[in-house]
């Protein structure tokens, strides 16, 4: 009797632990996901398949998938229906990316504006790799990382804002960079914490 009750509590931890790993394993890839599309707007603009005022448009859909993950994370699982929105919301995102970089319009990858947006979306990029590795290595909680990609979408919503006219200023980036400093600095501090998986 002892056997077969320290068997089934035995497989009732491991389908735990395995349950929690499929949580990780699915915001490990929505957050994945979010670093492809970062990088591909990242090369519209270099290719100038992008203008400066898409690329804001698309940072706002950006920021829209990051605050659906930071709610749907928050309660540190990301269910079944959730991740089926997301997959939603993310296909939408990835439509609208192809649309934007193939509509004829082109931008000039050499403009002073153009290198701005780009180095923020490259930043975009970073950061997410930042969170993704994070997750993969257990050093965030899905918790945690639902925090990171809640300030993801406020970098988002600003990068959005700033190109919304189609330009970014040398005073926009700088405000750009200091929510991109303080979002650097928030990874790092949660990567860190001793909270573990």
Partial sequence: MKLVTRTMLIAAVCAGGMQGMSYAQTADSVVQRDERQQQRIEQGLQSGQL??????????????????????LKDGKLTAQER????????????????????????????????????????NVNQERRIDQGIRSGELTNREAANLERGQARVDRKEARAAADGSIGSNEQRHIQQAENRQSRNIWHEKHDGRRR
């Fill in 84 to 123: 089926a929105q997301l997959d939603r919301a993310q296909d939408r995102e990835s439509n609208a990316i192809y649309r934007e970089k193939h509509d004829g319009a082109t931008g000039d990858p050499n403009s002073p504006s153009a290198r701005r947006m780009e180095a923020d979306v490259q930043r």
């Fill in 51 to 72: 203008t400066t005022k898409e690329a804001s448009q698309l940072e706002r859909g950006e920021a829209r998938i990051d605050r659906m993950e930071a709610r749907d």
